[in-house]
């Protein structure tokens, strides 16, 4: 019997033979990441193990992105205790404004196809776009990785996802991963590595791919890993990579489920209010309100995402009514749409475009916050009551298209039905 | 790590997020022992006040899902949780637990209620309620994973095998 991406990654980082699902395995890590939502607690275990010495801390990236900038004097310390350690360590520092972690690590060129990844985050998923196994642990992995290099993984069964055909323009990965959650529920691939193959994720450009990674995280997988091709090597060369190890599925490598999706058949989804599993079509809510409109975040805050989005908005106004907050997902993003003259379209168009960081995620910089009864559109990754600092407001999830063309209307509106809505990445926005 | 645990059952439902119900992610400033005072309150009222160290958690399925903060484990861990026992774990919560030396049993839970008495044999692999007629067995932990449990978490464990050696 043949192996998974995920068995043969895993397996490789523990001595060389694959490993097969269900096995334990203590493996050496390529690089790690930690963010300052999570940094209190990791140097609370640094602490505690005592260690003589971090030998792998130089292969850490500490981001300051959750708290960017930081709303209170706890944040603020944390970030300071980040810096000094990075200095102290020798560890990678992207701060305030360098942008958000999920970003920052690919356009660092910190992994590689084949490696293996952890960061303090769910969404740590991403960097699987890059086949890499890459996952979300907490502050005593870090730790134990910056000591000794390695850590204890469980090898996962995975579940393969082929998407024929081709996607429809206007119709983008979130729509994908949308009507995964739709399928399988929050959770519903909780412990499970997801392998996504097929001519649309061939044809998908880089930022649509991480997208696509970055999501399996509402899915509860433990990782999500793509194939390699020449535009992921050229990517990867292009920001500097370590030497690419691409690795592949044998054709009789054992699944616990395959799912083949027509990608041609999908039309653009939403999570409505609160659910994130609670998907459908936009075409059956269309003509809901909406009077917040939030493009951003690690799932959707990429260039392709803002080309979409200033390709709808270009010359335009959002309704009135409407609030629209633009977050580019790093600093090099924010620069290449302003290089482009995306963010003049935007602000023109009545839009705020920020700093980078997570703060369009999250009401964790305070200033996100919703007044009761608000209707949002995010292009985020989570819709929990209350995400925004308020429960008597709601939240919806669709992609950066969709949300572009509902604060043009001022209600959930299908981006194939507006000017620019069918804008596809690879061409000028 | 005692690998016999015979206690009192404190239930609990699915889908509970210890990031909203066992940390001070909505809690800025509070500290683990405030945390502690208020634990599952939105769930289970006063569990901080019946609950007693030593005593289990059973829960439903997707115990701990989401972002599952370390902290939520630091804090059972103070109120002296001896183990949980759930039909199934999110996946960053169950890695917490085994991380902080807290034994987490995957079983199926139906017919345990609040208040019975649970015996763990976390060797042998089994959960028992006597006096409702119930013996389950459950998958034994594999070997590396007992090894960290048995050394109180991974911290510990390290501390004696820098090279993991007993892993």
């Given at each position: 019997?043949g192996y998974t991406m995920a068995?043969k990654i ?92 999920h970003?920052?690590?690919p356009?660092?060129?910190?992994l590689t196809c084949g490696d ?9 998923v991403t960097y699987g776009a890059f086949n890499a196994f890459s ?23 995975t579940i393969r996802i082929e998407l024929k055909g081709a996607l429809q323009p206007g119709v983008w990965a979130k729509d994908i991963t949308l009507t995964m959650?739709?399928r ?5 691939a909780?412990?499970?590595a997801l392998e996504y193959v097929g001519s649309a994720v061939s044809a998908m450009e880089i930022d649509d791919r991480m997208t696509l990674a970055n999501h399996a995280?509402?899915l509860?997988a433990?990782a999500a890993i793509l194939e390699a091709d020449a535009k992921t090597l050229a990517w990867l060369e292009a920001h500097?990579a370590?030497?690419p190890r691409p690795v592949t599925a044998d054709p009789d490598a054992?699944y616990?489920d395959r799912i083949v999706i027509d990608a041609s058949a999908l039309v653009p989804q ?29 799932t959707n805050?990429r260039l392709d995402d803002?080309r979409q ?90 992609s950066a298209a ?20 069918k804008w596809t990445a690879g061409q000028?926005? | ?167």
């Amino acid at each position: 019997m043949g192996y998974t991406m995920a068995e043969k990654i895993l397996g490789a980082h523990a001595g060389g033979e694959p490993a097969r699902a269900g096995d334990v395995v203590v493996a050496n890590v390529d690089f790690s990441m930690i963010h300052d939502g999570r940094a209190a607690n990791a140097l609370k275990m640094v602490a505690k193990l005592g260690a003589k010495s971090l030998p792998s801390a130089s292969k850490t990236a500490f981001v300051l992105d959750h708290y960017s900038p930081p709303p209170n004097i706890e944040a603020a310390n944390t970030h300071k205790a980040m810096r000094e350690f990075a200095d102290a360590h020798g560890a990678v520092l992207y701060d305030v404004g360098d942008g958000i972690c999920h970003q920052v690590m690919p356009e660092g060129g910190h992994l590689t196809c084949g490696d293996l990844i952890i960061g303090t985050d769910t969404h740590s998923v991403t960097y699987g776009a890059f086949n890499a196994f890459s996952t979300g642990v907490e502050g005593t992995d870090v730790t134990a990785v910056m000591a000794t290099g390695k850590l204890w993984f469980r090898v996962p069964e995975t579940i393969r996802i082929e998407l024929k055909g081709a996607l429809q323009p206007g119709v983008w990965a979130k729509d994908i991963t949308l009507t995964m959650l739709g399928r399988l529920g929050a959770e519903g691939a909780n412990y499970r590595a997801l392998e996504y193959v097929g001519s649309a994720v061939s044809a998908m450009e880089i930022d649509d791919r991480m997208t696509l990674a970055n999501h399996a995280a509402e899915l509860g997988a433990k990782a999500a890993i793509l194939e390699a091709d020449a535009k992921t090597l050229a990517w990867l060369e292009a920001h500097g990579a370590r030497p690419p190890r691409p690795v592949t599925a044998d054709p009789d490598a054992n699944y616990v489920d395959r799912i083949v999706i027509d990608a041609s058949a999908l039309v653009p989804q939403v999570a409505r209010r609160h659910e994130i599993d609670d998907v459908v079509g936009v075409p059956e809510v269309q003509g809901q309100k909406i009077n917040f409109a939030l493009i951003g975040t690690c799932t959707n805050g990429r260039l392709d995402d803002i080309r979409q989005a200033a390709a709808i908005l270009k010359g335009q106004r959002i309704a009135k009514g409407v609030r629209m907050i633009v977050t580019p997902a790093s600093r090099q993003v924010y620069l290449a749409a302003a290089r482009e003259g995306l963010l003049e379209v935007l602000t023109r168009a009545g839009a705020s475009v920020e700093a980078a960081g997570c703060g369009t995620c999250v009401n964790i910089t305070g200033h996100l916050i919703t007044g009761d009864g608000d209707v949002a559109i995010s292009s985020a990754n989570r819709n929990f009551k209350g995400r925004l600092g308020n429960d008597k407001s709601e939240i919806w999830i669709a992609s950066a298209a969709t949300v572009a063309a509902s604060a043009l209307t001022g209600m959930i509106t299908d981006p194939r039905e507006v000017a620019g809505g069918k804008w596809t990445a690879g061409q000028a926005a | 790590m005692n690998t016999h645990i015979k206690s009192r059952v404190h239930l609990l439902g699915d889908n509970i997020n210890t990031d909203t119900q066992c940390s001070s992610k909505y809690l800025p400033g509070k500290d683990n022992a405030y945390v502690a005072q208020h634990a599952f309150e939105k769930t289970a009222p006063d569990f901080a006040a019946r609950f007693k160290a030593g005593e289990v958690i059973v829960a439903g399925k997707n115990f701990g899902i989401n972002s599952s903060r370390e902290q939520a484990v630091h804090i059972m861990r103070m109120m002296g949780v001896a183990a949980i026992v759930a039909q199934s774990f999110g996946r960053q919560f169950f890695r917490n637990c085994i991380n902080n030396g807290l034994p987490v049993v995957e079983c199926d839970i139906s017919d345990i209620a609040d208040g019975d008495e649970i015996a763990i044999d976390l060797a042998a692999g089994s959960v028992t309620v006597a006096a409702r007629g119930i013996k389950r067995t459950v998958a034994a932990l594999p070997p590396a994973v007992q090894s960290i449990l048995a050394e109180g978490g991974l911290i510990a464990f390290l501390q004696k095998h820098p090279d993991w050696n007993a892993a």
